[in-house]
């Protein structure tokens, strides 16, 4: 936390603080409201407290501030780790302290309302050198406030119980339990731009891509996706599914403790948790500022996991993220690939008896011309067969065995008009029951229905011989 935007937001707020009210007329002719009782006890701003010294069972600790940093300081506590909305909320409801009754004229019996031994004692200082002792005793039990006690005042008061409690608790009450940053655009594929799961939880690791703003390698391998957003890369690289892409980078967002587990602490403390060999480890870049955020997860009992953040000193427990749990099958396109016909020189399908050269180009002002192995044939009918083979998804499972070796029941090569693009090579291998593994440019991770392939060899040739092509498969 900057210390000097601490003390401008606390003064830009205190200049909204309504300092008076009045009561109106309701109308010609009728008697005034009675008129409420101000029980302002406390009528500052927040930036006019230099020094708050508090004392409660936790403890003690002091809120001050550090004219050399020019900001506040609570306690101990890092600056950085500190929730400055609260301790905003915190300053502006101490400087103009509100009543919430009066309970008596006068402190009869100071013991009677736990107020000789105060559940909190507050020594406030001011900046032009006022200062005030406050008591907090015991609960009044209609309201459900807490009894109150100004230096000064003989009267007896209640306060509102989130003001009394907060002071009746630990410095550890400001720690902020925000563990990565809130999710700030529409969509968290918008908000994050690269990110790697790594950790016992995955088999092997993994990272997501952004194309835009992408460098060059990440953009010509996008080529091979067409319009896709994000691209994902286990052994091999695909495009990312928007549904569970979503899941994953949304899950990295906005994560918040359930308790700081400890801060400040020593090296040996720190191993002790174990991030050394971590359950699981994200690093991902927020787009827009490029700051870059390693978290890191180690199992801490049930569905909770202790968690750090890289530059922070601080350990916190957290719930079980959805991001632990998400599995590579949800996370690709089931499309192959999906090249956009305009990026595209020609295809090549190769089957055991036949080879199919497509070459394609759009002179300016036509629809296209397409040959196969020299001889034109119809655009109409070259758009169809184009249709069926980027329509190559598929069956949602993953191929888990050995690279598979001998001659493919079909390859296909497509070739990019950029001459910096290599080629994409699919090539299909029989399975059990129907299905095919999928090689694409020589890793193998997909698993396809074989009637496709029966299909595009079909269609290859029904193209060559100006037949009609069947686009389902």
């Known amino acids: 936390m900057n210390r000097r935007l601490l003390r401008l937001t606390l003064f830009s707020l205190a200049m909204t603080l309504l300092l008076a009210s009045l009561n ?56 950085d780790l500190v929730d400055l909305e609260r301790f905003v909320d915190f300053m502006v409801a ?44 015991s609960l009044e039990p209609v309201s459900q406030n807490y009894y109150l006690s100004v230096s000064g005042d003989e009267s007896l008061y209640t306060l509102k119980k989130d003001l009394a409690e907060t002071l009746l608790l630990g410095q550890e009450a400001f720690l902020s339990l925000q563990v990565t940053p809130k999710l700030r655009v529409s969509s968290p594929l918008s908000a994050v731009r690269d990110a790697t799961f790594s950790g016992a939880a995955y088999e092997a690791p993994f990272s997501v891509k952004a194309v835009s703003g992408a460098g060059s390698e990440t953009k010509l391998q996008a080529l091979s996706f067409g319009t896709a957003t994000h691209l994902i890369t286990f052994k091999g690289t695909h495009a990312l599914d928007q549904e569970g892409g979503i899941r994953l980078l949304g899950s990295l967002l906005d994560i918040k403790a359930i308790k700081v587990e400890g801060y400040q602490l020593t090296q040996s403390e720190l191993a002790g948790y174990g991030f050394d060999q971590p359950d699981a480890r994200a690093e991902f870049v927020l787009a827009g500022s490029n700051e870059k955020i390693v978290l890191t ?20 427990l957290i719930n079980r993220p959805a991001f632990y749990d998400i599995r590579p099958s949800e996370l690709v396109l089931r499309y192959l690939l999906n090249p956009m016909l305009m990026d595209l020189s020609g295809v090549r399908v ?6 199919y050269d497509i070459a394609y180009e759009r002179p300016t002002g036509t629809e296209g011309e397409a040959k196969v192995n020299g001889k034109a044939v119809s655009i109409s009918s070259f758009h169809a067969f184009f249709r069926l083979l980027t329509s190559a998804a598929s069956d949602g ?71 009609p092509i069947e686009e389902v498969w």
């Open 297 to 316: 997860l180690k199992k801490a009992g049930g569905d909770t996991f202790y968690a750090a953040v890289d530059g922070r000193d601080a350990v916190y």
């Open 397 to 467: 499972s993953l191929y888990t065995g050995d690279e598979p070796t001998g001659a493919p029941a079909l390859s296909v090569t497509y070739r990019y008009k950029n001459e910096s693009k290599e080629n994409d090579v699919l090539r299909f291998y029989p399975l059990e029951a129907r299905r095919m593994a999928v090689s694409i440019n020589g890793i193998t991770e997909l698993v396809i229905r074989d009637s496709f392939v029966t299909r595009l060899i079909q269609a290859a040739e029904d193209l060559k011989n100006g037949d």
């Open 24 to 79: 109106l007329l309701i109308g010609r002719g009728q008697k005034p409201l009675p008129k409420k009782e101000n029980l302002t006890l406390l009528n500052r701003e927040p930036t006019d407290i230099d020094r708050a010294d508090i004392r409660n069972q936790k403890g003690e600790y002091s809120i001050y501030y550090d004219s050399e940093n020019g900001g506040y300081v609570v306690g101990n506590l890092p600056t």
């Open 350 to 355: 190769t089957t055991p008896e036949n080879e």
């Open 94 to 137: 101490l400087s103009n302290m509100k009543a919430a009754s009066r309970a008596a004229e006068k402190t009869d019996d100071p013991g009677k309302y736990g107020l000789d031994q105060p559940g909190a004692a507050l020594s406030l200082r001011f900046t032009d050198g006022e200062s005030k002792e406050i008591r907090i005793g």
